[in-house]
């Protein structure tokens, strides 16, 4: 029985079509932090849910807050290393009259440092969304690259 169980949910695992699957964007951690380069850009759609991991880097989140706290709601997981986000009307607390707020997210390596992450995250109120229009379910930040090794000449001693 528990074979035939396993057999009907791979085949039906393979039949979903790779729009409907979960695609994590990827960033490297100079990114995130805002060395450079323009803040990722996550599409927050109301029913559908987004995550932002922190697990590849071992940071944990100290702290996160959003400019437009009426629209975003967001918890972390047990870890302390990925985040959850949900686009919500919070009639209480008076919305801004932009469809982008900020998220910033305060992260601890395990050496007791912290730095501070930068993002923009634009309300899609389209509900449901189609499978088309959601690009990323979740971004995984990446540890920064190593330096790259010198290819130049070796002094003479």
């Known amino acids: 029985m528990r074979i035939a169980l396993a057999l009907s949910l791979a085949l039906w695992l ?33 029913g559908v849910g987004f995550d932002v991991s922190l697990l590849a880097t071992g940071e944990t989140i100290a702290d996160w807050w959003v400019e437009d706290p009426s629209r975003v709601v967001a918890r972390t997981d047990r870890s302390g290393r990925i985040l959850s986000l949900r686009l919500v009307d919070l009639p209480a607390v008076v919305p801004s009259n932009r469809n982008w707020t900020t998220l910033k997210v305060l992260a601890g390596d395990p050496q007791g440092r912290l730095s501070l992450l930068h993002f923009v995250v634009r309300f899609q109120e389209r509900a449901p969304p189609r499978a088309e229009h959601v690009r990323y379910h979740g971004l995984e930040v990446l540890p920064a690259a190593p330096a790259p090794a010198s290819t130049g000449p070796t002094p003479l001693r």
């Open 14 to 46: 393979a039949c979903v079509p790779a729009a409907l699957s979960s695609v994590m964007a990827r960033i490297d951690r100079a990114t995130a932090t805002g060395a450079g380069k323009p803040a990722f850009v996550i599409d927050l759609f109301r």
